[in-house]
């Protein structure tokens, strides 16, 4: 820096300036100097930075200072309320002795992970986050829903085909043309496309709001004119480029080998082609040298090369060894300067077809969700989040720890602080990508044929939701008249007009997350057995049937809570009464009152009123400032005691900080109130979310967040328990939440409606096998029915039998599908050899097919499964092992008393089904 330009600031503070302050102030202009030479590059003025680019840019760092100080102190306060909002309500929760890191799980995730202890009064960041994602997506829904028909169906169809696996020419062509006039209308340029136009503002009016809402809670993300849509890629997609090239210089031999090892190019190889393949993508105006001046091609190149590092590594080659990886900066997330520029829509969109694996409308979702999961962590503890969770788990760790806190094990809280800062990183998504290697592809692709092989039935196991929603709304004290919940499904599952306003409402599940989370977190949306498994879960009807369950019972909670916001009109009122369960789930005193002012709305034809995320929102300003009035007053007083608190100064100083502290208080009450309507109408949606995946059995964040750092076996043994799993913790806890008698009744609700609902499925699958009914004058069918409707499903066969319909052990069931499918393999290519060794009868072909079954896709879907047994399985057994189903047949009759009305072996059946044998005949 100049000694001018040192003087200057010299005088300006009074003193010379540290050289840090110095290096501070140069670094500050020159990528000032930066930016605004991209702008004058966008405007046609590009080379060597002049004399006005420097003063434009001196400019442009002041306005940024101040926004900075402005952000620091808004964030300062945001950390300060978190930090004491929590301690404040731990000390209300627990006495001193009692207070240990555990404690923390709720406000990460909704519910607890362990069953002595209590629900806190809280409002989780897991509920916080998916608040805030319904909240946008409705928009998005009922945005596009008030544009028209023809807008909604071009969304849903670019959804659709873009999601697609498999796509004729045809479609392929209508799924790239859509995709891409989408894209194109949202960088403004016009194509012609009407829907495709309107879906594009209303995306950029969504996305804006979102983001005032992220900025409002600590977050710094500027309008920038150039956004457009997110840049995501791949780094499996990157790390591959050019692969099928390299693969071609390769000899046969070692061709097919690394095909099918899943070997990926040098990485020289692949740096080289995703140069060439980003090269004239790019808008080379944004592109410029530290002092302002343009890249030329080959400085270009060593930027794409950086640019090409950090994604290959996923940020890997940006960690300093040894250093600390902090990860307060989720406030900075979607703040950081861009690393590529497109120069248009369709270079973009070149590129997501190559490396980014998402259709267009796939990457505006994610955006959405990743926002909304960033959002829910800040809220819950503020701007620095992982620095204030790791000051607040520390905190209690050390009290537990202390005679204070009554000298608890010091390696027990240890773990309890590692297993909370294990689900603190999964919810703020610092776990960072998953492995994709070989093994874990591969494992993760026998998973999805097994789901496809394996839960072709489930969607009549899923009729025990039913009972489970009735036990939960008895629980939470919901008065059921005029909105049945099995009328209500059923209005969800066949009209579309009740499917779109449920999706207005924010009630509609995403089917994507539906399944994700109907197999306990289980990701199935990659390849071709991702597809199997994803299809065979919606072609069930499971998918529709849980999206219809939840959707209903979101709409008897909006119905309840709408009419407990008239008839107690304070939340102290609410507390008060009967109804604690719902009244301790996170509200404020503000959030109760905005609801009390908001109007009830229509939830249905039949004239059902209730709260809604509308009527909250339309809750005038004037009402929301009348309900903030206490807070409005003191952030004004606050903002004159503080310049009190300055001393004697000169009046026009006086005079000027007096303006400035008065516009950053209104800045701060502008703030408060465009937020306290988000916030319950957010609330509204997460708390609703939460009790819908209590009330339709959903592993949730708590049940899977061990899984995000586990390894593919553990995975694995825990395919198909998850969600079986995360009820029965969601039973217990519920009903240790509830005082004794009424504990009693929901646990005698939820027996009853769940086992009856049991020997419905099992009777039903039952006959879809081509057998008789179940005789319900046993015990035993009982118990099965039980086991069946309480999500344990296979597991009750352990009752009753050693082994399972798969021929897998106890053992091998117990240890995960995987493990049982090589159970088959050992007996196949190791017992069957040696029994042939020794002389004794072997079973190879029986073995083999029953092998296969476990990874055939579509074989148990309820609707062509007998068909499939009889006319192809069995047929097969037969010619394998003369006698097979005549042998299973008399195993079927001695073990498990069952007859059939379509004998195994059969290719048509001989009677009808008995059904005299469901009552004993």
Known sequence: MKSACIDAIANTLGRLPKSDEIKNIEDRIKDAVRQVSRNNAKAGKSGIPDGQTYREAADLAAQRVVHEVYKKRQRLAQNAIAITNITKKLNESFPAGDQTPENLSQFIFAGRKTWNGKELDITSAEELATGAYQDWSRQLSAEMTAAGPEVQKFFQQSQALGAQRFRNPFDQAVAKSSQLHLLKEIYGEDTGNAPAKKIAKIWNDV?????????????????RDDWNLPYVDDADLIRAAGRDEWLATLPVAERAAARVSGRMPPAEFARRKWIDDVYDTQDRTQYVNQDGSPMNDAEYRDALAAIYETKSTDGANKIEPGAHMGSGGIKNRGSQSRVMAFKDATSHFNYMERYTGQPVVGVMLSHLQSASRDLGVVKAFGPDSATNFKLIADRLYSKSVSSEGGGKSVSDMQAQRNMVERMFNSMAGLNGVQNSGVFSS??????????????????????????????????LG?????????????KLLFSGDAKRAAADLGLLVDSHAAVVSKMGGFDLSRGITGWFAEKTLKWSGLIAMDRANKASFGLLMYKNIGDMSRKYPTLDSLKASDKTVLANKGWTQEDWAIMNAAELRPLNTSGAMGMTPDGIYAVPEAKVREILADRIDSIRAGAKNALAEMGEMPDTRRKALSVAFDAEAEQTINRLVRNAKAEAAQKLLGITHGEM??????????????????????????????TPFAGFRQLVTRSRDLDTVPAIKFLAAYIGGTTIAGMFANQMNALLTGNDPIDMTTGKSWIQALL??????????????????YGSSIAATLGGPVLGFAEQLMKLAITNPQKALMGEETSFGADAINTARMVIPFANLWYTKAAFNHLILQQLQEMANPGYNDRAKDRAERQYDVTSWWEPGDTSPRRAPDLGKAVGE
């Open 207 to 223: 996305t804006s709001r979102s983001r005032q809402e992220m900025n409002d809670n600590g977050f710094d993300i500027g309008l």
């Open 442 to 475: 591969a494992i993760g692709g026998l998973r999805n044929l097994m789901t496809s092989a394996m839960l072709g039935t489930s969607v009549w196991t899923a009729a025990s939701d039913q009972g489970i929603m009735r036990a939960n709304a008895m629980a």
């Open 478 to 490: 919901f008065d059921r008249k005029g909105m049945r919940l099995s009328a209500s499904t059923i």
């Open 693 to 722: 995946t209590s009330a339709v059995t959903t592993a949730t964040g708590i049940d899977t967040f061990e899984r995000e750092t586990a390894g593919e076996l553990l995975k694995s043994a825990m395919l198909f328990k998850t």
């Open 788 to 805: 069946k409707g309480g999500s344990f499903g296979i597991y009750g066969d352990f009752l009753f039998q050693d082994h399972t319909q």
